[in-house]
């Protein structure tokens, strides 16, 4: 039975983001001063409706949001071959999907170095456990249940929840761990490893059968914007560090680092930080290191005069050819069809990187440009840019290489 694969989602409620070190960031100043001006505009363009589809995700709790998005991919009319879904089956070609595996990417916000001038001035605690806690509660939920909605036109739709089978379900969930070393003392991370990682043997079928426990975890998200340095000059900090690789590397955890210039970003080194050239150290001393570079490497804000904007696209398609487990995935990135002729162009000018790429849609983040889970999906499913192989490669075979032993 064949799997599609999400190798790059999120699944987080309005209680896990840290809000504060967000706006800390901004000129809250000039965003309010803008408001009159700008309110008008975010109608006009239809942003109003995109942030309002966004939060009624994010307002649900984990396991109604894998609910809901399980509902949405089963009533899709698509039926047809090379469409989205055929009674709970995927197309892409002529190859079926029973499955599809997302791998939620959990993000430690504790970031601490906000100095606040206001009366509560203790830096907001955000402790990852309890947004993992969250999170596998969620997907036992989702696990235990199935949704029905009764939906009458003009109406709020009416939601009731019945027992179902886990090996019915469409989605198995494969979360990564949020981990920031710079929170954590040497001896913290020795612990979590080994909470979550001490039985960790890289096969499908142990995660499926662990899947809502803590040994069910299929990797670690790394996030540089959020303050972690993936080669800190800090003697500590570089202890820290290259116990996290050692570790992984000989175990074969997978890894995923934020390598774009956007997202969440709150402290000042992010570009620094987030740059693919500094992992180069890394896996010149762990070459074994598995690990994905999201995003591609993608630089969307104002080039400078010195530096292009595929600086660093350039810089991951350099370390997927040096290092045979670099990997990077292309989420949030391919929302219009065009996208998909420009990597079949990459594919064709970089050989060997059709084996080195992986499909993701950093859901629900990607809702802030498209309406939908399976308008996304969609997209990459009725491509004629890419060859049967290559789709069948960037969804299936190279995310599974990529997961498991």
């Not at 079926?96 to 001035?121: E, Q, V, W």
């Not at 180069?280 to 490497?297: C, D, S, T």
Request: glycine share 4%.
């Amino acid at each position: 039975m064949k799997t599609f694969y999400d190798i790059h989602f999120h699944a987080f409620n309005l209680s896990h983001p840290n809000l504060l070190a967000f706006i800390s960031r901004m000129n809250l100043h000039l965003l309010l001063m803008t408001t009159p001006v700008s309110a008008p505009m975010m109608g006009l363009f239809g942003w109003d409706k995109k942030i309002k589809n966004l939060l009624t995700m994010v307002e649900n709790d984990i396991g109604n949001y894998f609910l809901i998005l399980e509902y949405y991919l089963r009533k899709s009319p698509h039926v047809r071959v090379n469409y989205l879904m055929s009674g709970d089956s995927q197309y892409v070609r002529e190859d079926t999907y029973h499955k599809i595996a997302l791998c939620p990417l959990i993000m430690d916000f504790g970031y601490k170095n906000i100095l606040s001038n206001t009366f509560y001035r203790v830096p907001a605690q955000k402790p990852v456990a309890e947004q993992t806690t969250d999170l596998l509660n969620g997907i036992n939920f989702y696990n235990r249940n199935d949704l029905r909605v009764i939906e009458s036109p003009g109406k709020i739709p009416r939601v009731t929840h019945a027992r179902a089978d886990k090996k019915e379900k469409l989605c198995e969930i494969y979360p990564f761990l949020g981990l920031n070393t710079a929170n954590y003392t040497l001896s913290g991370i020795i612990k979590l490893l080994d909470e979550y990682f001490c039985d960790y043997d890289g096969k499908r079928a142990t995660a499926y059968e662990n899947m809502g426990s803590k040994q069910g975890f299929a990797g670690i998200k790394l996030y540089p914007p959020l303050g972690f340095d993936p080669w800190p000059e800090n003697k500590t900090e570089k202890q820290k560090t290259d116990y996290l690789y050692s570790y992984c590397e000989k175990k074969q955890i997978p890894l995923t680092t934020h390598c774009s210039d956007g997202g969440f970003a709150v402290c000042d080194e992010t570009a620094t930080y987030t740059n693919p050239a500094r992992w180069r150290k890394v896996l010149e001393h762990y070459p074994q290191l598995k690990i994905n570079f999201a995003h591609m490497g993608k630089q969307s804000k104002k080039k400078f005069i010195l530096f292009s904007k595929s600086a660093w696209q350039d810089e991951v398609l350099a370390l997927l050819k040096d290092y045979p487990n670099a990997y990077t995935d292309f989420s949030c990135a391919a929302f219009e069809d065009k996208f998909y002729r420009s990597l079949a162009r990459l594919i064709q000018d970089n050989p060997g990187t059709a084996r080195k790429i992986l499909f993701g849609t950093d859901f629900m983040i990607n809702l802030l440009w498209c309406g939908s889970y399976n308008e996304y999906l969609e997209v990459f499913l009725k491509t004629k840019n890419l060859a049967s192989e290559d789709k069948q490669a960037l969804c299936s075979d190279n995310p599974a290489r990529f997961l498991w032993q």
